[in-house]
C-alpha cells in the first residue's frame, strides 16, 4: 500500500492550497481517508475525514469552515483544500487510510500512512 501526498508549499496568510493523496495497493473505495497535520514541537492532529462514498466528513475545529475534504474514487484520490489559510495551519500534513471505524479522528486508529507534504504559511 502506498498514499502519495503532494501539494504542499511555501504561501502568504489568506491564501488558498490544494492537497492530493493518490493512493495505490488498496481498495480505495473501501477506505475511510483521513488528514492529519503535525507542526514542529507538536504532536501529530487531526484535521479532516471523509467516508467511502464521501458522503459523509468530519472536521476539527481549528479548520471548520477553511478546509475542504473531498476524494475521487475513481482516481484513489483523497484531497483537501484549504482556504484563508493562518500561520497556524503551518505543518507537515499527512494522508491516512483505515477500513474499521467511522469517523476516526485517533492517529492510532489508521493502518496506512502517506510520507507527508509541508506547508509553510507566512504571516
Known amino acids: 500500500v502506498q498514499l502519495q501526498a503532494s501539494g504542499g508549499g511555501l504561501v502568504q496568510a489568506g491564501d488558498s492550497l490544494r492537497l492530493s493523496c493518490a493512493a495505490s495497493?488498496?481498495?480505495?473505495?473501501?477506505?475511510?481517508m483521513g488528514w492529519f497535520r503535525q507542526a514542529p514541537g507538536k504532536e501529530r492532529e487531526f484535521v479532516a475525514a471523509?467516508?467511502?462514498?464521501?458522503?459523509?466528513?468530519k472536521y476539527a475545529d481549528s479548520v471548520k469552515g477553511r478546509f475542504t475534504i473531498s476524494r475521487d474514487n475513481a482516481k484513489s484520490t483523497v484531497y483537501l483544500q484549504m482556504n484563508s489559510l493562518k500561520a497556524e495551519d503551518t505543518a507537515v500534513y499527512y494522508c491516512?487510510?483505515?477500513?474499521?471505524?467511522?469517523?476516526?479522528?485517533?492517529?492510532?486508529?489508521?493502518?496506512?500512512w502517506g510520507q507527508g507534504t509541508l506547508v509553510t504559511v507566512s504571516s
Open positions: 491516512a487510510a483505515e477500513s474499521r471505524r467511522w469517523p476516526a479522528t485517533k492517529s492510532y486508529e489508521y493502518d496506512y
Open positions: 495497493g488498496l481498495t480505495f473505495s473501501l477506505y475511510f
Open positions: 471523509i467516508s467511502w462514498s464521501g458522503g459523509s466528513t
